[in-house]
């Protein structure tokens, strides 16, 4: 364990002390007990955020003995993170991939499709980039552009998306079928939460790359996002490759259940069983209950 992480985790267990005693009600302050609704200290962010930093260590070292085994039985992973405009996915992927090796590490993020890309087949143009022997790829946004932004912009019309619909699963089931481990996650974010973290973007100059003109439009159009996602998931699920749905309000959650999701699901050797269970209040795979008990965003 590095001695960043040593550190981080000592500074954890010392604030939880500190913080659990600060929690003293019989302590008052004119005669009314402090409660811990009442308290909220800088040392409670840095508590989080070391036991964050902690825990995403931990899980990182699961990936790389994950890898470490996808190399040596030939394996073949390909990963796919579709969600919003702002749900993470650049983030999430980043924590992923952070200290795996970049020979057999791939991320795939294409820009919209060139006039000779248009006139091919509509999944050829993903074909090429899909994982070989020992290779994990993650593709950020995928085929999956035609269920969502295509159709809400107009970019599509309505034979390409009903062509769509009528070749993906079976797409899917040949890539399985070849050997290819399909995981399918989706972020899921609220409408209030998109919209401050579009703000953010506009005044952080550091991220000044992923402002576009569609952000506002991705706004606007809330409610064709909600219905083209959830008719992507009514089309799309499959028991070969189902949809996991990741509440991603908080960006640091989600990232550990995403590689939660991941590692949950694969079989590699010397696996911490119990510590890559994911939390199921969090992610779990889409059932159209959820879109009605509000547990996938409206």
């Not at 996915?89 to 000779?116: F, M, N, Q, Y």
Request: net charge positive.
């Amino acid at each position: 364990m590095g001695f960043g992480i040593v550190r981080a985790t000592k500074l954890f267990s010392s604030i939880t002390r500190n913080h659990v005693r600060s929690l003293d009600v019989t302590k008052t302050k004119k005669d009314h007990p402090i409660t811990a609704n009442e308290i909220s200290t800088p040392d409670d962010k840095y508590a989080e955020k070391a036991h964050y930093k902690a825990e995403l260590h931990k899980l990182q070292i699961e990936l790389v003995k994950l890898q470490r085994d996808i190399i040596r039985k030939n394996e073949k992973i390909l990963v796919i993170l579709e969600g919003r405009d702002s749900a993470g996915k650049d983030g999430s992927i980043k924590r992923v991939i952070e200290h795996l090796s970049p020979r057999e590490t791939r991320v795939v993020a294409l820009s919209k499709p060139s006039d000779k890309e248009q006139s091919q087949w509509y999944f050829q143009r993903y074909t090429e980039h899909l994982p070989s022997a020992a290779e994990m790829v993650f593709f950020n946004r995928s085929w999956y552009n035609r269920a969502g932004v295509e159709k809400v912009m107009g970019f599509c019309n309505d034979d390409q998306y009903e062509e769509f619909f009528a070749e993906v699963n079976s797409f899917e089931g040949m890539l399985v079928r070849s050997g290819i481990h399909l995981f399918k996650f989706y972020l899921d974010i609220s409408r209030d939460e998109q919209k401050r973290r579009l703000e953010s973007r506009k005044d952080n100059p550091l991220k000044q790359w992923k402002t576009s003109p569609i952000d506002e439009k991705a706004v606007k159009h809330w409610q064709d996002y909600s219905e083209a996602r959830n008719i992507m998931f009514a089309r799309s699920h499959s028991p070969f490759a189902p949809w996991m749905v990741i509440n991603a309000d908080d960006k640091k959650k989600a990232r550990l259940q995403l590689i939660k999701g991941i590692l949950s699901r694969l079989s590699y050797t010397d696996k911490d069983e119990t510590g890559v269970l994911p939390d199921q209040s969090i992610i779990f795979e889409y059932d159209p209950l959820y879109l009605e008990n509000g547990m996938i965003q409206a």
